[in-house]
């Protein structure tokens, strides 16, 4: 079984910053991704962020020059630092990560309970 377990969420100004953290544990051979998505009541859940296990990143063009995302593949842990916010970025954000459990099996998809970020304006 392998449970991930989200941090930082919160309420903050417009301009200001939060940091959200992602942290997997179980039965990991090891994890190929780990990233974040979000949704905001009334719209599609959007891609933020990805990271691989190799350091590569891809970002939603919205949050492009605000956002970073970072892991530790040592420790199973992904973090994502939000910068600049605005009051669009206002969503409930969920990790995820792409875990392998046993050498060369499939790949699982597992996620986090959400965190509610809220940017006021």
């Known amino acids: 079984q392998v449970q991930l377990v989200e941090s930082g969420g919160g309420l903050v100004q417009a301009g200001g910053s939060l940091r959200l953290s992602c942290a997997a544990s179980?039965?990991?051979?090891?994890?190929?991704?780990m990233g974040w998505y979000r949704q905001a009541p009334g719209k599609q859940r959007e891609l933020v962020a990805v990271?691989?296990?190799?350091?590569?990143?891809t970002y939603a063009d919205s949050v492009k020059g605000r956002f970073t995302i970072s892991r530790d593949n040592g420790k199973n842990t992904a973090a994502l630092q939000m910068n600049s916010l605005l009051a669009e970025d206002t969503a409930t954000y969920y990790c995820y990560a792409n875990t392998v459990l046993v050498a060369e099996g499939p790949v699982y998809r597992y996620w986090g309970q959400g965190t509610q970020v809220t940017v006021s304006s």
């Open positions: 990271v691989t296990s190799g350091g590569s990143t």
């Open positions: 179980g039965s990991i051979f090891s994890i190929n991704a």
